[in-house]
């Protein structure tokens, strides 16, 4: 057990980032009391049943009362809507950070609508699953894993240092960058990924030759290494497509530019051409530690 970083920690969104989050303060000892809210009344409810905070609240404005520390845990599309709606209940010297998968569009439009009176603290979390919803809690989930910190012009040096913390203590290793530098680099890392995946079950499933029991049995040929992703909350991913687009349409130019280079090498049975660039990926992928 650690000393309590913080008395009272609000949580809105109990999602899968946002209850692991709640079970990982509470497994830590991070904070004296843990309140969560959710924008619907099931999620509120079954969350209640998990039990994973001290209590959830019925209004934002009971759960955000007193708190020190509120953490945004909702999609990025629905962040403005949560700032404003924690924004009027904030005590003095409040920290808001948020969990969100884009930072720039996030740090123009949660800044703006927070009160001089509080910090604002972007945070993300590079660690999830494919699933969705407080079911899926886990207080491990970011033990071992990287966030990412991206102060803005509302973050102050004790804020930040106080999320930092937050962070460390439940396992992370926290890398602090711009928030458009964060973009570029997860637009690469995680968001075309995702995109990829969606794209290669959309393929698979229109594909008139082949049928769909025929991709479930013969799957282990790479499909289900690749698409595990695919099965991501859709609400989620579309809000990072539409708030990442700058970044995500740059590298997914890139991407195609690539891809059509490996067709031609296909296409004019450049084996040489493809073994280079097979070997030079394989040595890059593994260095990557699973
Ligand atoms: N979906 C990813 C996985 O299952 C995890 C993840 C998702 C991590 C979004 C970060 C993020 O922003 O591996």
């Not at 530098?181 to 075309?192: E, K």
Request: proline content about 4%; overall charge negative.
């Amino acid at each position: 057990m650690t000393e309590p970083l913080f008395d009272k920690v609000a949580i809105v969104g109990l999602g899968l980032i946002g209850s692991s989050l709640a079970r990982g303060i509470k497994k830590h000892g991070l904070a004296t009391t843990v309140t969560g809210f959710d924008g619907s009344a099931d999620v509120r409810a079954r969350s209640r049943d998990l039990g994973f905070c001290d209590s959830i609240a019925e209004t934002v404005d009971e759960a955000v009362t007193g708190a020190q520390l509120v953490i945004l845990a909702v999609p990025v599309g629905a962040m403005a809507a949560a700032a404003q709606s924690v924004a009027p209940h904030l005590a003095d010297g409040a920290i808001v950070t948020d969990v969100g998968s884009v930072k720039a569009a996030v740090v123009r439009q949660v800044a703006d609508a927070l009160p001089d009176h509080a910090a604002f603290v972007p945070g993300h979390p590079v660690a999830g699953t494919e699933h969705s919803g407080p079911e899926a809690v886990f207080a491990d989930l970011f033990d071992g894993r990287w966030c990412v910190v991206t102060p803005c012009a509302r973050s102050t040096d004790a804020s930040v240092k106080k999320v930092v913390a937050l962070w460390t203590a439940l396992g992370s290793t926290v890398e602090t960058m711009t928030p458009e530098h964060h973009d570029i680099v997860l637009a690469i890392t995680s968001h075309i990924p995702h995109l990829i995946a969606y794209n290669i079950v959309g393929t698979a499933a229109d594909l008139e030759d082949v049928t769909q029991s025929e991709v479930i049995k013969f799957s282990a040929g790479a499909f289900r290494d690749f698409t595990r992703i695919a099965a991501s909350d859709p609400v989620m991913w579309r809000d990072v497509f539409l708030n990442n687009k700058e970044a995500v349409l740059e590298v997914l130019g890139r991407f195609s530019e690539d891809l059509a280079a490996l067709q031609r090498m296909i296409r004019w049975d450049d084996g040489q051409s493809l073994q280079g660039h097979f070997a030079r990926t394989r040595a890059i992928r593994r260095s990557i530690i699973d």
